[in-house]
């Protein structure tokens, strides 16, 4: 078993790092965090025409280009680095696995075209007022309306969900948890743009007020699809919190290397080399974590509910501790507002809690293990 990067998928790294240092840049992250929409339309168009970045694991013959997970892990890795302000996130790792999990191909060659186009952003829509993440936790109901199905209720925390032009939601019908595709202008739907701590990850709430739907999949069956969407979600989540967490060390290290103090570079101090030390294996760690789920992921391995889980748990507390040792390590000027590291600290952040914090996901492995 060798979990190693082939050359196809090293060189997939350097074009995304190439393309994300053009348009990716510590300014343009501060400028379109500060815009309602939050991305880019015309990168947003060349992620998809020039690098086929959407279509990545959506198979060929719904417009795609057919690649597996590992390839996904790799560019979520890079997009993490670079604090990529887009609805990358909300319409690959999340709609899309949502479609191609769903069982209905009717529905796969009706959205998923026009995601790897570029030309539908998307996004899905689970938790509530709640702020759960247990599928259990879903009550919005869905009812019939004539051939179809209306929704009612409210859908909160929803990523990109303000802009998203195919928004697919979970709701209870009679029969049971059921998906439903809402088009991002339909009657009855009220968006509101939320206030985030986290200003590079857009988040809304939807209010639906007998808001027509279209069932995707059957009426009732969609707790597995979707348990699984959410499964590879955390997956792609983890990847993206690995590849903050280098960036981070980098800069850490690139710091104590350079700032002086007492006539000295402060990485020459004890303390501040333990710190980096101890975030280079934790680090290191996640990676592994991230990758080894990416592989579970890409081969449909039985191992995927403990290891999406595992990687999600332990990328976020990584993480979270990366982004926190970085700001100390720069000191007073770590806390300013310029400065970059409270920007990596605040993606952290959301990341722990996006999807289950640590310990609810430690919860669930323990569940799988019967403990």
Excluded at 10 to 19: A, G
Excluded at 217 to 226: E, F, K, S, Y
Aim: contains cysteine; proline residues 3%.
């Amino acid at each position: 078993m060798n979990f190693a990067f082939n050359e196809e998928q090293d060189e997939l790294r350097r074009m995304v790092s190439r393309f994300l240092q053009e348009k990716s840049p510590e300014t343009e992250v501060r400028r379109l965090m500060a815009t309602t929409d939050g991305y880019d339309p015309e990168v947003w168009s060349q992620m998809a025409e020039q690098l086929g970045l959407l279509g990545l694991i959506i198979p060929e013959e719904f417009g795609g280009s057919g690649f597996s997970y590992v390839e996904l892990i790799v560019v979520l890795e890079e997009m993490g680095a670079a604090l990529l302000c887009a609805p990358y996130f909300s319409t690959v790792a999340l709609a899309t696995n949502a479609l191609l999990t769903s069982g209905d191909d009717a529905a796969k060659a009706a959205y998923l075209p026009g995601i790897a186009a570029g030309e539908t952003i998307a996004t899905l829509a689970t938790t509530e007022p709640s702020g759960k993440w247990e599928l259990d936790a879903i009550e919005l109901p869905a009812t019939r309306s004539g051939d179809g199905w209306v929704l009612n209720g409210t859908k909160r925390f929803v990523i990109d969900g303000h802009l998203a032009s195919l928004i697919l939601v979970a709701a209870r019908t009679d029969a049971g948890l059921s998906l439903f595709a809402v088009d991002g202008e339909a009657a009855g739907l009220t968006r509101t743009p939320l206030s985030t701590m986290d200003q590079t990850r857009k988040q809304a709430e939807l209010v639906f007020e007998n808001t027509p739907a279209t069932l995707i999949g059957t009426d009732g069956g969609a707790a597995a699809g979707l348990t699984k969407t959410l499964q590879l979600a955390c997956v792609a989540l983890a990847a993206e919190e690995v590849g903050g967490a280098q960036r981070v060390l980098d800069q850490s290290v690139d710091y104590a290397k350079n700032r002086i103090q007492f006539g000295r570079p402060i990485g020459s101090f004890q303390a501040i080399k333990h710190k980096c030390a101890d975030m280079l294996l934790e680090v290191e760690s996640a990676k592994s974590a991230a990758y080894y789920a990416g592989w579970a992921a890409a081969e449909d391995n039985d191992e995927l509910p403990i290891v999406s889980s595992l990687a999600k748990s332990y990328c976020s507390d990584a993480y979270f501790h990366a982004a926190g040792e970085n700001i100390q390590i720069h000191g007073g000027i770590g806390f300013t507002w310029e400065h970059h590291a409270h920007l990596y600290f605040k993606r952290a952040k959301s990341s722990e809690l996006l999807l289950g914090d640590p310990a609810y996901h430690r919860e669930l492995i323990a569940e799988q293990l019967g403990i």
